[in-house]
């Protein structure tokens, strides 16, 4: 029996697979923690991407919103127009002054505003500092809700629709009058657009439609900034996917 007890104890330590259990475990938690630390760090470095994007962009808006406000600061009251800092957006709010009720042609004293704000606009969007970053110059047409009260509110909301398309294909046309050098006209036509919402965002006044302040016109800037964080997010997202299968 000793002799037995001898041989297998030999066969045992000449064999180079047997390995304890607890061997086994303390390599896979090992190869466990090693991919763990190397996840970890890929995400860490991922995350600071992301976070340097949303700071690069709020920076970008900000210093946007400086340099338009800079230059027209003067102008906005007598334009009866406000610079949102939020969204970017120069908005025209005097309905008398922008169009005849219902009807879609410029006022001569909009296009004598859209004359002077125009190309003094388009020339701080299309500078180095900004110019690699515009997306869309947006000109957006508002209405109210109402038409002439007899038709139903479906039906005033496409009246509605197409009034403010016509309206805001009339507006881009007369700021692109406004631009003599082909070079910045052809830079506006590649990123500008007109868009007609109807009613869609109304102004509220204590959860009441301000009828007036509704019926407006605005330019809106789009950064590119949004389309890389959107991307770099759907990239993060199929990166979390896969590790997770």
């Known amino acids: 029996m000793k002799e037995k007890t001898a041989i297998l104890l030999s066969h045992d330590e000449e064999n180079p697979f047997a390995q304890s259990t607890g061997d086994l475990m303390a390599g896979l938690l ?8 190397s996840t970890l760090l890929r995400l860490e470095d991922e995350f600071e991407q992301k976070v340097s994007f949303a700071e690069d962009y709020r920076l970008l808006r900000e210093e946007l919103y400086q340099d338009l406000n800079e230059e027209f600061k003067m102008d906005l009251p007598r334009w009866s127009a406000v610079l949102d800092r939020d969204t ?14 219902g009807k879609d042609a410029v006022k001569g004293r909009f296009s004598e505003i859209i004359s002077d704000f125009f190309p003094r606009y388009v020339t701080i969007l299309s500078s180095p500092k900004y110019k690699e970053s515009i997306e869309e110059v947006r000109i957006e047409g508002h209405t109210s809700s109402e038409w002439t009260g007899k038709e139903d509110q479906e039906m005033a909301y496409f009246l509605n629709m197409e009034l403010s398309q016509n309206r805001t294909r009339n507006v881009l046309r007369s700021s692109l009058a406004t631009i003599g050098d082909p070079d910045l006209k052809d830079w506006v036509r590649s990123k500008i657009t007109a868009n007609g919402l109807s009613s869609s965002q109304l102004i509220l006044k204590d959860g009441v439609e301000n009828k007036s302040a509704s019926r407006r016109v605005e330019f809106r800037v789009r950064t590119n900034a949004e389309e890389k964080i959107a991307a770099f997010l759907e990239r ?9 299968r």
């Open 88 to 101: 970017l957006s120069l908005r025209f709010t005097e309905p008398e002054v922008l169009f005849d009720q």
């Open 30 to 37: 090992l190869v466990f923690v090693l991919i763990l630390a």
């Open 236 to 244: 993060w997202r199929d990166s979390i996917q896969k590790e997770s």
